[in-house]
Each structure stands twice: as C-alpha cells, then as structure tokens.
C-alpha cells in the first residue's frame, strides 16, 4: 500500500521561505504525475502546482515565480519550494501521487497534510 509522508510545514514570517516535501512508501508500477494542493480556513482544496513524470510542471497563478515543484529521478519524493511567502499562502498543503500501482490499479494517494502559516 503506498503512503505519503509530508514534512517541512510551520509558521514562518510574510517573505520567508519554507520548503514542503513528500515521501513516498510502498511499491508502485508508474507514477504519472504528482501535485501540491493546499486548502485555507474556508476554501476548497486548490491546485498549487503539478509535476508530470516527463518533468514538465504547472503552477497556479498565485504560485508562479514563487514556488518550484521538484520529484527526484525515482518518483519517490516530491517537493514544494517556496519563496516569498504571503499570509494568503496560509494553508494546509497535501501531496499528491497518480499512477498505477503494483497491482495495475489506479493509484491516486494523497498525503495527510502539512500546515503552513505566514504570518507576522
């Protein structure tokens, strides 16, 4: 079974930076691409940035120029780095992998979140 372990989550101050990153466990068949989302106080779980298994990444507007998504050559980690943080960046972050898993069935795991807040 494959499990996601988040760390790198805390309080830190408006311009600061934090780095987020993922840990995955458990034999897989393919990972097709992995993501951060995040869900503030309130708000739905928004998409923050994506990496597919070719290296090619997406971002959401609020995290373009700020923010990079990086996985390691296994697929097994996934990062979130992130500058210039705002208080808005304020939220409880998820990893996400999708692919297959040993066993051909859709594999789509999520981590059990990390809370960042940006605050002074």
């Known amino acids: 079974q494959v499990q996601l372990v988040e760390s790198g989550g805390g309080l830190v101050q408006p311009g600061e930076s934090l780095r987020l990153s993922c840990a995955r466990s458990?034999?897989?068949?393919?990972?097709?691409?992995m993501g951060w989302y995040r869900q503030a106080p309130g708000k739905q779980r928004e998409v923050v940035a994506t990496i597919v298994a070719g290296g090619s990444t997406n971002y959401a507007d609020s995290a373009k120029g700020r923010f990079t998504i990086s996985t390691d050559n296994a697929k097994s980690t996934v990062s979130l780095q992130m500058n210039s943080l705002k208080p808005e960046d304020t939220a409880v972050y998820y990893c996400?992998?999708?692919?297959?898993?040993?066993?051909?069935?859709?594999?789509?795991?999520w981590g059990q979140g990390t809370l960042v807040t940006v605050s002074s």
């Open positions: 458990g034999s897989i068949f393919s990972i097709s691409n």
């Open positions: 996400n992998f999708r692919g297959l898993t040993s066993t051909r069935s859709i594999l789509n795991a």
